[in-house]
């Protein structure tokens, strides 16, 4: 069966450090991959999407960056925090192919930037 | 550009009340719609979906939706909430590469 990991669970970070979620799928090859930030009380945004290794789609400007570089390993990173980037983070996967296909989300890293 | 619109924020009801969660979309061609459910401080878990066929679909929990194509709506509703059911409640619609959600609705249970 297929699983999902992220870590770290949770992070607190200063203003200004840097950052890397890591993100990894278990059980199937060449999954979409999804980073979805989650602020408190709101909705999903959509922050980044892959098809495949090597290929980032950005949904939002903003200080984060995405990649990808191996077919199921999905790492979200950004050189300074801001305040503004606290929230809660989700990864997800869906099988591609089939837009009938849900997505599958990991448990999420809660980072509070201080 | 597809969108959802989940208009209510926070909805409380009894427990073995009744529930029903309202969910609008805007999509320009034939909807995949979702219905996901989050715990606190968790991810989040796919209740249903509907892509063709029958307009009412089962999911999993007791819960059921109907979409309805010209009122653009896909509801999610339960016959009797029970106390574990207090979670939020996500709508989403899937086009050809990415899914949007909704805000989200808080479901609170009051025994």
């Known amino acids: 069966s297929q699983t999902i990991h992220q870590w770290p669970a949770t992070l607190v970070q200063p203003v200004g450090s840097p950052l890397s979620l890591e993100c990894t799928v278990e059980?199937?090859?060449?999954?979409?991959l999804y980073w979805y930030r989650q602020a408190a009380g709101r909705g999903l945004q959509l922050l980044f999407y892959?098809?495949?290794?090597?290929?980032i789609s950005s949904e939002v400007p903003q200080n984060l960056s995405a990649s990808r570089p191996q077919d199921r390993q999905f790492i979200l990173s950004s050189k300074k925090l801001l305040l503004s980037d606290s929230g809660f983070y989700l990864c997800?996967?869906?099988?591609?192919?089939?837009?009938?296909?849900?997505?599958?989300f990991g448990p999420g890293t809660r980072l509070t930037v201080l | 550009a597809q969108s959802v619109t989940q208009p209510d924020i926070h909805i409380t009801v009894s427990e073995g009340a009744s529930l029903e969660l309202r969910c609008n979309y805007s999509y320009g061609a034939t909807p995949y719609l979702f219905w996901y459910v989050q715990s606190p401080g968790q991810g989040l878990q796919l209740l249903l979906k509907?892509?063709?066929?029958?307009?009412l679909v089962q999911g999993i929990k007791g819960f059921e939706a109907e979409f309805k194509r010209s009122q653009s709506s896909f509801n999610l509703r339960k016959p009797s909430v029970h106390w574990s059911d207090a979670a939020e409640y996500f709508c989403a619609v899937k086009g050809a590469s990415k899914s949007t959600f909704g805000d989200g609705t808080t479901l609170t249970v009051k025994p």
């Open positions: 892959s098809v495949g290794i090597g290929q």
């Open positions: 059980g199937t090859s060449n999954p979409n």
């Open positions: 509907y892509f063709s066929g029958d307009t």
């Open positions: 997800a996967w869906d099988p591609g192919l089939e837009r009938n296909n849900e997505q599958f």
